[in-house]
């Protein structure tokens, strides 16, 4: 079973930037490809950002595209999303996910784990 636990949101003004962190339990890497998705309140969950198992492959939205970087660290079962220039349309619960596939997903449906999220509200 894996879990999924992500932490770093807050509230922070627009320009700035913030770092999200989902501790990940089991054997993931190398195997799992993870995600970020986020729903603003009223929204239906939208993708943001997802790399392949090994992390060598990476894909965004085109809304976020040149401002938010994912990442993982193997050594301590960590994914990361790096947000910068942050915009009050970031704003929403940040959930970090994985799949029991090594290739990207965009779609929420393609990922078999969620966490519980992170608010990340952006004031302007």
């Known amino acids: 079973q894996v879990q999924l636990v992500e932490s770093g949101g807050g509230v922070v003004q627009a320009g700035t930037s913030l770092r999200l962190s989902c501790e990940t339990s089991?054997?993931?890497?190398?195997?799992?490809?993870k995600g970020w998705f986020r729903q603003a309140t009223g929204k239906e969950r939208e993708f943001v950002a997802s790399m392949t198992g090994s992390g060598e492959t990476t894909t965004y939205a085109d809304s976020v595209k040149g401002r938010f970087t994912i990442s993982g660290d193997s050594s301590n079962n960590m994914v990361y999303l790096e947000m910068s220039s942050l915009k009050p349309d970031d704003t929403g619960v940040y959930y970090c996910?994985?799949?029991?596939?090594?290739?990207?997903?965009?779609?929420?449906?393609?990922?078999?784990?969620w966490g519980q999220g992170t608010q990340v509200t952006v004031s302007s």
């Open positions: 996910a994985a799949r029991r596939i090594y290739f990207i997903g965009t779609n929420a449906d393609q990922y078999d784990y």
């Open positions: 089991g054997r993931t890497f190398g195997t799992y490809a």
